[in-house]
Structure formats: structure tokens, C-alpha cells
């Protein structure tokens, strides 16, 4: 649990801006007061060791029987890639896949990069879901090269336009996790702001 507040923490820090008037335009064009910029926690040293380590026991106690964990590039990338790294160094192997938004149009003709195959069983990640639509496409495109989607982790759950049921519907019951929801970062940034308006009221 201590690493998982520090994790929050990381996120309010670097990643969690907030505007009452709903200002922040979304990837998906929808108006929403809440931005996660997940990328400077992802690519921040210690938020990928905390990403890692809290992504393995989730693997552990949930998909133990995954080959391979990825998403759609780029939010999903760093997240599999600790993954990856803090699996081997506690003697497990869990590959990492990225899911390409693109076909190349030379090469093998594929969605999937990595060294995962048909038939393997993997995780779906994401840093963010709002309507949930990168995660499907993701969902879609691994099934497209024959692999076998086990459920879906993110590092955040924004609670806003029912992406996590869309997934859930998505994966047909597998399970679908956020390490951290939206609902947890409030109260955390909400007592922040009250402790600096109180501290801005004694220095006046």
C-alpha cells in the first residue's frame, strides 16, 4: 500500500492538472476538468519502478498465466517495458509487445512488434482510459494477429465516459484493473490545495 500512495503521489505531482471550468479537450474531443499526462510518471525512474513492481504481483494475482503484456504505443509502451524488466529480475518472464497505430507497408504485415506469437495469451495495458477506445483497439488488433486476450490493466481509470464498461464488454468478463482511479486522486489533491490555501492565509 505505501508504494501504491507514492504512486498516487508521483501521479499528482507530474501527471494530474485539474480546471473547474472543464476546459481540458480530451484525445477522444470530449470536455472534461481533469488531465492525466501519464507519460512524465510512466517515464519518470521511480514511478516505472513503482508501475513495475505494483504491475507484476497485479500479474501474479490476477493473470498468472500470461506470456506477454503491451498495448497500443505509446501510452502502453513504458508500462510494459517495466513490467517486463522488474518480471526478469525477480526470475520471470513476461515479455513485452507493442501494438502498432499503423500497418508498416513493407516487412511482415502485422499489428504486433515483439517477440509474443499466435496462440500466447497476454495482458492489455494502458496509462489512461477515458472512453476506453485505444484500449479496444488494442483489444482488436492483438486478437487480429491471433493472440489471446487475458483482460486489461491501467495505470489510471478517469471514471468518465464509461470507458472501463466498454472494455469490460470488450473482453467478455476477463478481468479489467486500474491500479488508480481518479475517485483516489481527488481527496488526496483536494487536502493539498486546502493546506496551501491555509498556508497562502497565515503568511497574509
Not at 468518465?160 to 464498461?165: I, K, N, R, S
Amino acid at each position: 500500500m505505501k508504494k501504491l500512495e507514492r504512486l498516487k503521489g508521483i501521479i499528482l505531482e507530474k501527471s494530474f492538472e485539474y480546471r473547474e471550468d472543464a476546459s481540458f479537450t480530451l484525445a477522444s474531443g470530449e470536455k472534461s476538468q481533469f488531465y492525466f499526462d501519464c507519460k512524465k510518471t510512466t517515464l519518470d525512474p521511480e514511478g516505472s519502478a513503482l508501475i513495475g513492481e505494483l504491475l507484476l504481483s497485479l500479474v501474479d494475482e490476477k493473470f498468472p498465466n500470461i506470456v506477454g503484456a503491451g498495448g497500443l504505443t505509446l501510452g502502453a509502451d513504458p508500462m510494459g517495458a517495466a513490467l517486463m524488466h522488474h518480471a526478469w529480475f525477480h526470475g520471470k518472464k513476461i515479455l513485452h509487445f507493442i501494438v502498432r497505430k499503423e500497418l508498416k507497408g513493407h516487412g511482415s504485415i502485422k499489428w504486433i512488434e515483439g517477440n509474443v506469437k499466435p496462440g500466447d495469451p497476454v495482458l492489455v495495458l494502458d496509462d489512461v482510459i477515458t472512453t476506453g477506445g485505444s484500449v479496444i483497439k488494442a483489444i482488436r488488433r492483438c486478437r487480429e494477429d491471433g493472440l489471446a486476450v487475458e483482460g486489461v490493466a491501467v495505470l489510471v481509470d478517469r471514471e468518465e465516459f464509461q470507458g472501463m464498461e466498454k472494455v469490460q464488454q470488450e473482453v467478455e468478463g476477463k478481468p479489467v484493473v486500474a491500479l488508480i482511479k481518479r475517485s483516489e486522486i481527488m481527496p488526496i489533491y483536494e487536502e493539498i490545495r486546502a493546506q496551501e490555501d491555509n498556508k497562502r492565509g497565515f503568511t497574509a
